[in-house]
């Protein structure tokens, strides 16, 4: 429970409340004795056999020697693939800190923002399509779906990359020089989205 985890990781009343009441912004917040990082995030993916936007938050609380994770629907999820990696020794997860598994979900998270991208991208040109040659009552609906969904996606990265701005700049020593620098390419990829 929440309470047992909380005798054992000392986690400031804070956090927990970060953590349990959703949805909150994405953000990172520092905690002293003992030291944490509470980093909320934001995970969009299309739900499979629907293809409609699921946007849930992501809680990682990060300190000395172990990364908590907290998702609300673990059904769906982009990180199947650090899971993979962690599960076969692939890559460089299991021979770094918590710091850096902090990065890989991270980086998993705002990846998992292109396909979606790509998605609307690809319905925005079947609209265009639909609007010149073949309007009906339910395609001006169809464009103000598809804008909301945008919408949510541009607040979602956002605040994304304002939270991830604060962990490349803020000095701490939960968060290596190293993966200071795999977190500026989280950044650019944030930027990248915000471009799309």
Same mark, same amino acid.
């Given at each position: 429970t929440w309470q047992q985890m909380s005798e /054992? =990781? &000392? =986690?400031? *009343?804070?956090?927990l409340e970060d953590v349990v009441n959703v949805p909150q912004r994405p953000k990172v917040v520092y905690? %002293?004795? *003992?030291?944490? /990082?509470?980093i909320v995030a934001?995970?969009?993916?299309? &739900? *499979?056999?629907?293809? +409609?936007l699921h946007r849930?938050?992501?809680?990682?609380i990060l300190g000395e020697n172990y990364l908590i994770t907290v998702q609300e629907e673990p059904r769906y999820d982009c990180l199947q693939p650090v899971r993979d990696r962690i599960r076969n020794n692939q890559g460089s997860i #299991? &021979?770094? #800190?918590?710091?850096?598994?902090?990065?890989?979900?991270l980086d998993a998270i705002i990846d998992g923002f292109f396909p979606v991208i790509e998605y609307y991208s690809d319905q925005l040109e079947e609209l265009e399509? %639909?609007?010149? =040659? @073949? *309007?009906?009552?339910? +395609?001006? #609906? @169809? /464009?103000?779906? /598809? &804008?909301q969904q945008m919408l949510v996606l541009r607040r979602a990265i956002w605040a994304q990359r304002e939270a991830i701005n604060i962990l490349i700049r803020d000095r701490t020593s939960l968060i290596n020089k190293r993966v200071r620098v795999y977190l500026r390419d989280c950044y650019d990829h944030t930027i990248n989205i915000l471009e799309m």
């Open positions: /054992i =990781f &000392k =986690f400031h *009343p804070l956090a905690y %002293e004795d *003992p030291d944490q /990082i509470v934001w995970m969009v993916l299309l &739900k *499979p056999n629907s293809m +409609t849930e938050q992501v809680s990682l #299991r &021979k770094h #800190r918590s710091d850096y598994l902090a990065y890989a979900i399509d %639909e609007v010149l =040659f @073949k *309007p009906t009552s339910n +395609t001006l #609906r @169809k /464009i103000y779906d /598809i &804008k």
